[in-house]
């Protein structure tokens, strides 16, 4: 027994009150006359205490709580479950219209617009890039969806600022978020995804998550803009964006 | 019946979410590294857990759920694209740790610390947060990261030896077993 060797996982389930996995009373037997052995022990001493007090302050972030789908609508995730929803619609006859739009937006645009509200402005205010390195970005992200973009393109808004591109997936379909920052300080969205749902060239104004948003469509791609409480902002903005045919 | 089974379940998760996310924004961070990304995955795991709430059982817990939930997204999605993103693996960078706020208790030392751990291989730092942090136990990490306990144990080793081996000079005063 006292030729036992032990290896440093069964010192540490020993260390960790693990019992189970480690052979306790031989540690504790050789420990008695075994010095390297309590020289090994003590190589894998950790302050547990200081990584519980450290890690406690990352409770304390104040990061923005998460914003959840309406119940109706997280149901509506489900295929089965939009089919519950769909026939009960259709046997209580419920207006078409309603059940529709229901059906054709069974979440993309409120997987944003979750995503979104939890931005702030500090979320974007560190990103700086210089054209090339955001010309690189929208080169391998652009790729996700087949749409080629410059930054010149994308920063044309008056007071507001092209800050990066990034990749999101809904349901295993690729979109990009392209975000911005207004001089007040609000974190904007321009989300693109292939669709050929045939939504309109006209942005369409709406509220979602309590931020002003635009949607619109073109060319086998449907468009969202989504940020701040600003509706004339987005609507100006949305209508750049819509004429440069973005 | 079996509607209202749905029905509690449902509740359980929407009614539980808030409570654990500040535990669950800490152990995304500790997985993306990166305050954002922390927040993308803290979010994109509340929806998918409402998505998927039919599947949780009720009597079990929800935090332990929900890092699960944390950690196969991570790995099946949102990794690709912070490393697409990012180029190579997600290290942790100085500038990102800046952001956060020190909190009440911060002595130097415990700051660096969970400073040191952050800075541990992916692998290794998820496994050191579930266990010493969230206080699971080998078993429910394993179940967590989905792989065996034995690898559970070898990881820590290793996360022990190196941290061990970091702070040497300050050990003496306060210690484990």
Redo the contacts between chains.
């Keep these: 027994m006292a030729d036992r060797t032990f290896t440093d996982e069964e010192l540490v389930a020993y260390l960790d009150g693990e019992d189970a996995h480690a052979p306790v009373a031989e540690i504790r037997a050789a420990l008695q006359e075994d010095v390297a052995l309590r020289q090994r022990l003590d190589a894998l001493e950790i302050d547990k205490q200081a990584i519980t007090d450290g890690f406690a302050a990352l409770l304390t972030q104040d990061r923005p709580a998460p914003v959840l789908p309406e119940p109706a609508v997280s149901r509506g995730h489900s295929s089965a479950s939009l089919a519950l929803v769909a026939s009960l619609a259709l046997a209580v006859g419920l207006g078409a219209g309603v059940y529709l739009n229901r059906a054709t937006q069974p979440g993309w645009l409120e997987y944003v617009a979750a995503y979104q509200a939890l931005y702030s402005t500090q979320t974007l205010a560190h990103i700086q890039q210089d054209e090339a390195a955001q010309q690189a970005e929208l080169d391998r992200v652009a790729t996700a969806i087949g749409k080629m973009l410059t930054p010149a393109e994308l920063d044309t808004l008056p007071g507001a600022e092209y800050k990066r591109a990034q990749v999101l997936n809904f349901n295993g379909k690729p979109l990009i978020q392209l975000t911005f920052l207004t001089d007040d300080g609000d974190p904007l969205a321009l989300c693109i995804i292939r669709s050929n749902k045939g939504r309109g060239a006209q942005p369409e104004l709406s509220r979602m998550e309590g931020m002003s948003a635009a949607a619109w469509g073109r060319d086998g791609y449907e468009y969202l803009l989504i940020g701040g409480q600003n509706d004339a902002q987005i609507e100006r903005y949305a209508e750049v964006f819509s004429e440069a045919e973005i | 019946m079996k509607f209202w089974r749905r029905q509690t379940s ?1 509740d359980i998760v ?1 009614n539980g ?2 409570a654990i ?3 669950l ?2 152990y995304s ?1 500790t997985l993306t590294g990166k ?2 990304g ?3 995955l ?3 795991t ?2 998918r857990a ?2 998927q ?2 599947r949780f059982q009720a009597d079990t817990d929800l935090a332990k759920w929900m890092f699960r939930i944390a950690h196969n997204l991570w790995v099946s ?2 990794r690709k ?1 912070a490393v ?2 990012g180029g190579g693996l997600v290290a942790i960078e100085d ?1 990102d740790l800046m ?9 130097v ?7 040191a ?1 952050l800075r541990l291989p992916e692998a290794q730092r998820a496994t ?2 579930l ?3 969230e206080g699971y ?2 078993r429910e990490a394993a179940e967590i990261l989905d792989i065996p ?2 690898t559970v ?2 990881r ?2 290793s996360a ?2 190196t ?3 970091m ?1 040497e000079h ?2 003496g ?5």
């Design positions: 449902h929407r979410v808030a996310f500040p535990r924004w800490r961070l305050p954002e922390a927040d993308d803290a979010q994109a509340c929806l409402i998505e709430a039919d999605e949102l694209n697409r993103a500038a952001d956060l706020k020190p909190g009440p208790e911060a002595a030392l415990n700051r660096e610390v969970m400073v751990i050191v947060v266990v010493y942090v136990a080998y306990i034995g144990m070898s820590l080793a022990r030896a941290i061990s081996h702070f300050q050990k005063t306060r210690h484990g077993r």
